[in-house]
């Protein structure tokens, strides 16, 4: 009998916040993967929006309910990190083209410097491709109504 490698995927991102596409992106990784951490990369030289603790917070309470889920915070190159907790894989969600060209290239500068770690891109559902952290952010800022943006899990937090 053999023993596979378990599956796992870093979703990384800023999440500042999280929005109903990022959790889809989760959800349809989930049967794909033995685990997916989502994890928050920590660039303590960019200003963000929300405060680390309230992303962290926002990731826990929007994926309590999916045991194969894990929130975690890093700082420096994702291949780092995925190495660090043992995952063979980069989840990553598409909107447009121009991401794809973004993150296409991020991909392959990645795999330069981990061959063992492989990127996967999952199409954003289509009722969520105008849903973007900037987006979410301008509207929460100027006091617009985000609840219908973020997932329904933290709506009350806006």
Known sequence: ?????QKIAVFPGSFD?????HEAIVK???PLFDKVIIAIGNNTEKNKYFTLEQRKL???KTFAHLPKTEIAVFEGLTVNFCKSVGANFILRGLRSVSDFEFEKNIA???RSLNEEIETVFLLTDPEYIAFTSTIVRDIHKYGGNVKLLVPEAIGNYF
Request: hydrophobic share 30%; no cysteine; charged share 20%.
């Open 108 to 110: 392959q500068i990645n």
């Open 17 to 21: 916040p999280i929005t109903k596409g």
């Open 58 to 60: 926002y990731l826990e």
């Open 1 to 5: 009998m053999s023993t596979s490698k």
């Open 28 to 30: 349809r990784a989930l």
